[in-house]
């Protein structure tokens, strides 16, 4: 099983990905991806953008998706064993306005 993880900027190992799917590191599925980055909540909501640097990151000035109404999320998957807690990383440097951390309080 091929995972990625997934960070907040202080470090914390908070989620991962598994296929198109996003579980928290208590393995509780948090949504899916969508166009390879996007990331959506199991409601089907719009969150935000997966980084290159493995944070989920949203943009507060960024126009709302149209229409609003959620997306028709996809039937829960049954949550994979869960992969190997990583060592953490180092704390990463602040997102510039007017990003912010998905995760940040996790």
């Known amino acids: 099983m091929s995972v990625r993880y997934i ?15 996003i579980f928290t590191s208590d393995n509780k599925w948090f949504g899916y991806l969508t166009g ?17 640097d493995d944070r989920v990151v949203r943009n507060r000035t960024e126009i709302p998706r149209i229409p609003q109404i959620p997306r028709i999320p996809p039937i829960p998957p049954i949550p994979p ?6 060592i953490p990383r180092l704390p990463q440097m602040p ?9 940040k309080n996790a």
């Not at 960070?7 to 198109?20: E, I, L, R």
């Not at 390879?36 to 290159?52: A, S």
């Not at 064993?81 to 990583?86: M, R, T």
């Open 36 to 52: 390879g980055n996007e990331v959506y909540e199991r409601t089907g909501k719009f969150v935000g953008y997966l980084f290159d």
């Open 95 to 103: 997102l510039p306005p007017p990003y912010e951390d998905v995760f």
């Open 81 to 86: 064993i869960p992969p190997i807690p990583p």
């Open 7 to 21: 960070f907040n900027t202080a470090g914390k190992y908070v989620a991962y990905v598994s296929g198109n799917n």
